[in-house]
């Protein structure tokens, strides 16, 4: 079917609403109404506007007073992901989002070990952000798990990056002549800014990629490595996970891959580096 071009408004509201028929296996017009804040007339128009461009996707059921997805249903405005569900479900758990905020229907019972949720100040990084974009130094109290008291410092700072549990700002530090991973929980002030920065392509594990392969730990059992390989998405037991040269410190500590081998039973490591000589020769020279 030719998809026809539509307004951005309507699309989130014809998007919404396959959503629901996907998901939840019904639509109440209330449903739109609720969402979008719009009028009566306004649900039916989209409803029946629909229903144009999708005649065989929907049905109503006088019984429930609802639409159902048809037999042959099939989404044309919007692509199932698993991903983007239970995503949904995690900002829900972590009370990032309220019920009102999610595209989801009837919100299935869930729930998420629960995270530390780490000190994370507007007025640290409204400045760190600014000076990204303005591409200037700022000046840092810093405390750093290498010294026993904060310091001060002049960074430059380029980018943000997340390791799984907290975030932390990619930047040139001028005290130590080097580009660093500095945690966001972990600056006490931000003070002047000055313009000028360094140039962000010095910084070379930002910058390069590498392919990180991995396999099923090979003392599991072949069932075992079946069903890592099916749970990591693997093809022939291989995967290639590509990452930026900097973080590829945190994955690994996140997988255990940085202890040494024996150190953990299978079961609990369950995957193995494959090429780690080759990683470790880009990092030395990066």
Not at 80 to 108: C, K, M, V
Request: charged content about 25%; some cysteine.
């Amino acid at each position: 079917m030719e998809l026809h071009p539509l307004r951005w408004s309507v699309m989130q509201r014809i998007t919404f609403l396959e959503q629901r028929l996907f998901w939840d296996g019904r639509l109440n017009k209330s449903d739109l109404i609720r969402r979008f804040e719009i009028s009566v007339p306004q649900a039916s128009a989209d409803i029946a506007h629909y229903l144009r461009l999708a005649p065989n996707n929907m049905t109503y059921d006088n019984r429930i007073k609802a639409f159902l997805p048809s037999p042959t249903f099939e989404p044309k405005y919007f692509v199932p992901d698993a991903r983007h569900y239970l995503s949904q479900l995690l900002l829900l758990a972590d009370r990032a989002i309220g019920p009102e905020d999610s595209w989801l229907g009837t919100i299935p019972t869930h729930d998420a070990v629960p995270r530390i949720r780490r000190r994370l100040e507007v007025r640290i990084l409204q400045p760190i952000v600014r000076a990204i974009h303005g591409r200037k130094s700022i000046h840092v109290t810093y405390q750093s798990m290498s010294s026993p008291k904060p310091t001060e410092r002049w960074i430059a700072p380029h980018a943000l990056g997340f390791d799984g549990a907290r975030w932390h700002v990619r930047a040139w530090c001028f005290r130590r002549s080097m580009f660093l991973d500095m945690v966001l929980a972990r600056f006490a002030e931000i003070g002047d800014e000055r313009m000028g920065s360094v140039d962000v392509a010095m910084d070379r594990e930002w910058n390069e990629f590498i392919d990180v392969k991995l396999a099923p730990h090979p003392d599991l059992s072949a069932a075992q490595r079946a069903a890592i390989a099916l749970d990591f998405g693997m093809e022939n037991e291989s995967i290639v996970v590509r990452m930026r040269l900097a973080l590829f410190y945190y994955f690994e500590r996140s997988l255990c891959l940085d202890l040494p081998d024996g150190s953990l039973a299978p079961e609990r490591r369950q995957v193995v580096l494959v090429n780690r000589e080759e990683i470790d020769a880009r990092r030395s020279v990066a």
